[in-house]
């Protein structure tokens, strides 16, 4: 894995997931089963030895904060180096902010949030083999919602499950047309030019553009240099990259002259096999045109390609950017992706630390996660729940398809069920929490009905 | 017989009902359109022949050959022609179990109207197959038919399968290799259901806008412009009666598929079936006609080949190398030359030192001595006399060329015209004993002539010479005069000023091949139009404000190319008046005139000049003995 430098773009405070970050937790360190999500990219890029990397995180607090916690973690597995940049910059605005470390040929850039074990070496491969300016990660948009508890409406879904449309050529490895954002509910536009190119467009509505990307350095930095209105990677960079992609207009080094592209689709190669097919008919015709068509060679045609990596149906790959993400990932890495938690289950699947306390007649079922120090009172139930460290609960607590961060206190007769409950939060006797996605931090609780 | 009959009303629900119900087929011996003209004036298009048969028997074999029962063979224009037609041939006479049975309307003007009248009579009791008679096809529909049955016993509503075929149109015209123009669809990869069809595509759109409901019920869909439409439709008898119920529409494509897939009260659905191996076309234009031809000369079309006796009329060809066919009685000069893929008829005699190459000659023509015909048609009865050219130009019946005539690339001539001697045809003209009717867009759709119409002053062929500035290739200027004198004695016929889509598009659907300039240009303007595009492209709302900075980078650089293209123009024009006898050193003052104008250097200067002189030199290689020197 030669020449290419990864930038991982983990985010700062952000505000869509406004309880359950804060100052105190970035999103980055975020715990899905208990771990930072942060953990989830990195140990990725480990297994693909991708090993130095930047990453880079909004603010300087969350900055320290993010730093404090890598040196620790992985003081001698990985060579991280974290950079601030100022908030709401945008993903475009963060590469800028750091584009003067960059100096690989090939820049892997992967969100913070991502949990995933689709591996970036595949993604990269695909960009070298390709020669591409870009290749992005597609993989199946998740179903959202929490499977079981069927509380988001089905006809919601359709519109919902939308995040991008893409268009590849037949082979799927040509990206060709993508809608991000608001275009996504918009009516299709697709470029003619394009078109006609490939002759054959797969327009899909069930792929989803993972935040990982493999760029050409100096493509990257040219856009970001030219283009300085462009916000987003997502949103604007790669949308404009895909759709010149028959009519280049970034400076030319590395790129390929249409005479030099072996693919076959780009127009001037076309023009020439259907110039062949007239051949027996006008010969003449033909060895004029060959002739006089690299006339000016200033004109060809620039192109550049942008290429996809679509990871396998069975392969995971979420974003934790909304708190249903949060809980729907919390509850997948627990339960359906388990492989990715990288903790070893019991027979019962599931995992109880061995420092955990659980009282008489308490029941803990599969899919759930009981951290170390956690202490549990008599006839309690646990399902499909990940309880963090030193959590004290009391007795007769139900806790169904829910999040309880660290140190949180349950009293007796609690009963949470498809809740996120944040560290230090205090549940007093009977509160019963159905449905309610983020429980502030430190806030505590009497008696009542959520 | 009788048991069916009386059961057509319910047929369609019960399966086994269905199973019995011989297949039918609707045969429609009517183009509705005009793009044979001035041919068709004088016989229907399903008549004319293609390598030698008309048209409407390969596709009537074909329908036999798939095992249809009954066809219903449509006629309109010159409807007693195409009846007459068929009571003479075999497929009237023949016991078997393949019926062919002539309609005749009259006031019918599109293809909407022809189903219409075949619905009020009622024949049609199951699904039936939907051509027209000008199809050219060896697919077998076993497959097809399967499919579509089974679709219709899950989903009533799936009325319609259209068989479509793989076919890159070329990225420089636009067209498909028949000369049509490129059509989009988009298709559901896992149903086979057609979701979008637009055949006429705005070429100055750059975008291509689908629903977004069309994603709504699948995640995928296929986008394509490399499938051709074959125009071979497997229909449910609900069509017949959408096109009752719908009595606005008229055309197959624009406005009944269309229709239905806008339409998403009703939800009718219609499928394709794509074939791969088989063949299947549709003669629709002059192109496609050549196309077609070479096609069947070159054996594609298999078992419908000259050679292979499908249908009764075919004499005895026999097939030589290099796909060179001869009737058993052509009597040939031993000088002359018969070149590949060629076809001679029947009785034909070719002169001494003729040279025939890619072409197909009727029965019983006469071809003199040192003459050349190279990729044309020449129908039967045809008299070429001693010294003619031809090339790429389709000659109908009885037609007379007197010595030393020369047909341009894409001369249409038609039936019994004939031609002065040392008559120079320029390219695309069509000509034709019958004036051209005046109102061309009232009556588009129709084939035959409407006798009532008026009649715009067509030149006479006697009046060639005065038309001659047509002619794009300069001739020397004494050859021209020495013509006048003699036409008059005689030439028959009518040159056609050509028609809606003026000269600039006739080379479109021409016979001849594209010329190299035409496809040069194209090329160029690929360049221009795509660094216009990128103000397009980039006016594409997206989260930035694109637009400001799109305005710097993307317009100059169309700007600049508009520029360079249009001084070599300007250049090759100025350039074009040496030849035609302006004093060069006027034309020198000019050209740096321009040159100063337009703000280019001497090196785009003498590029320009210099491609402007190999350009001329390549349209008119032996006329001009002037020289350019002095001018560079």
Known sequence: MMDFQVVVLAGGTAKKLAPLVSKEVPKALLPVANRPVLSYVLELLESSNLKDLIVVVEGEDAALRVGGWISGAYVDRLHVEVAAVPEDVGTAGALR?????????????????????????????THRRHGAVVTTLLCYAPVSGPSDTGSSAGKDKV????????????????????????????????????????GQLEIRADLMDAHMYAFKRTVLQDVLDQKDTFHSIRQDVLPYLVRTQLRSEISANGLHKVEDNANGRVSSQNYVTWMSQHREIAPSAYQELLALSPRSPENALRTHKCCAYIASKSKYCARLNSIQAFSDINRDVVGEASHLSGYSFSSQNNIIHPSAELGSKTTVGPQCMLAEGSQMGDKCSVKRSIIGRHCRIGSNVKIVNSVVMNHVTIEDGCLVQGSVICSNVHLQERVVLKDCQEFGVCSSCCRSHL | MAQKKGHRSL?????????????????????????????????????????????????????????????????????????????????????????????????????????????????????????????????????????????????????????????????????????????????????????????????????????????????????????????????????????????????????????????????????????????????????????????????????????????????????????????????????????????????TAIGDHSVISNSVIGQSCTIGRNVSIQGSYIWDNVIIEDDCKLSHALVCDGVHLRAGVVLEPGVILSFKVEVGQKIVIPAYSKVSLLPQPSKQDSDEELEYADANSGVVESPSITSIANTRNVDPVPDSPDAEHSDTSEVGISGVGYIWSTTEGGHEEEWRHSIAPIPAEKLMEFCLSAHTDLGVSNQDVNSLPASGELQLDSESTGFDDGEDYKDSADFEKEVEATFQRVLAGVNPENVILEINSLRLSYDMSHADCAGSLFYSIMKSALSAPFSSNLSFGNLI
Request: charged share 25%; aromatic share 8%.
């Open chain 1, 97 to 125: 902010a750091v584009a003067h470390h960059l100096t690989a040929n090939d820049v892997l850039i992967v969100s913070g949030d991502l949990v995933s074990d689709v591996p970036p070496g595949a993604v990269a491969a």
């Open chain 2, 11 to 347: 047929s369609s629900d019960d399966p086994e009902e269905l199973a019995r119900v011989p297949l039918q087929a609707v045969l429609l011996a009517d183009s509705f359109a005009t793009k044979f003209r001035p041919i068709t004036l004088e016989r229907p298009k399903v008549l004319l022949p293609l390598v030698n048969a008309p048209m409407i028997d390969y596709t009537l074999a074909w329908l036999e050959s798939v095992g249809v029962e009954e066809a219903f063979v449509f006629c309109c224009a010159h409807s007693q022609q195409v009846k007459d037609y068929l009571n003479k041939s075999q497929w009237m006479k023949q016991p078997g179990t393949f019926t062919v049975q002539p309609i005749e309307s009259h006031d019918s003007i599109s293809a909407g109207d022809a189903l219409r009248v075949i619905y009020n009579l009622g024949v049609i009791c199951g699904d039936f197959v939907l051509v027209s008679g000008d199809t050219i096809s060896n697919m077998s529909l076993k497959e097809a038919l399967q499919e579509h049955k089974e679709r219709r016993k899950k989903d009533p509503l799936a009325v319609m399968t259209m068989v479509i075929k793989h076919s890159k149109p070329s990225s420089l015209t636009h067209q498909t290799r028949l000369g049509n123009d490129e059509i989009l669809m988009a298709i559901d990869p896992d149903t086979k259901e057609l979701l979008y069809y637009e055949d006429k595509t705005d070429q100055s759109q750059r975008f291509i806008t689908l629903d977004k409901m069309l994603l709504a019920s699948t995640p995928t869909l296929h986008l394509h412009n490399d499938k051709q439409d074959c125009y071979i439709d497997i229909c449910s008898p609900e069509v017949l009666s959408l096109f009752t119920d719908n009595f606005d529409y008229q055309h197959l494509r624009r406005h009944f598929v269309k229709g239905l897939l806008v339409d998403d009260l009703m939800g009718y659905k219609i499928f394709t079936h794509e074939i791969h191996s088989s063949y299947a076309a549709r003669i629709d234009n002059f192109r496609s006609y050549d196309t077609i031809s070479k096609d069947i000369i070159q054996r594609w079309t298999y078992p419908m080949v000259p050679d292979v006796q499908y249908f009764g009329n075919c004499s005895q060809m026999k097939l030589d190398r290099l796909g060179i066919y001869k009737a058993p009685e052509v009597d040939q000069s031993r000088t002359a030359q018969i070149r590949a893929f060629s076809l001679i008829g029947n009785g």
């Open chain 1, 159 to 198: 519109k919902k499950s939308r995040y991008n449309i893409v268009g590849l050529d037949p082979t799927r490895q040509l990206l060709l047309h993508i809608a991000a954002g608001a275009e996504v509910e918009k009516d299709i536009r697709v470029q003619k030019n394009i078109l006609r190119a490939v």
